[in-house]
């Protein structure tokens, strides 16, 4: 499957943005989850959804404030952030991992989209 993210963008700290995925195949056979990557930093994972969408998990730092969903009719996933702050400033990537259902992988993902930039002005 190939994944395409967008939505990113220059916001305000405490700006809301939200983040899509579209995959260009049947999605409902992934978890989709959403990591990121700050300048000088490693990859981490920041949102994880299970395959019917039923589970949900995500980093200490996103909770409270992100939120995960997925649509398998419509293929597509997002990433809703609220209260963003300068430090969730990173490329924002989702990916998809081929799973069992009600998994949520933080590692292992077959599949990536190629990076939405996200910049928080204090």
């Known amino acids: 499957v190939q994944l395409q993210a967008s939505g990113g963008g220059l916001v305000q700290a405490g700006d809301t943005l939200r983040l899509s995925c579209a995959a260009s195949?049947?999605?409902?056979?992934?978890?989709v989850a959403w990591f990121r990557q700050a300048p000088g930093k490693e990859r981490e994972p920041v949102a994880i959804?299970?395959?019917?969408?039923?589970?949900?998990h995500y980093a200490t730092s996103a909770k409270g404030r992100f939120t995960i969903s997925r649509d398998n009719v419509k293929n597509t996933a997002s990433l809703q952030m609220r209260s963003l702050r300068p430090e969730d400033t990173a490329i924002y990537y989702c990916?998809?991992?081929?799973?069992?259902?009600?998994?949520?992988?933080?590692?292992?993902?077959?599949?990536w989209g190629q990076g939405t930039l996200v910049t928080v002005s204090s």
């Open positions: 990916a998809a991992k081929t799973t069992v259902t009600g998994a949520l992988p933080e590692y292992g993902y077959n599949y």
């Open positions: 195949g049947r999605i409902s056979d992934y978890a």
């Open positions: 959804i299970s395959r019917a969408g039923t589970k949900t």
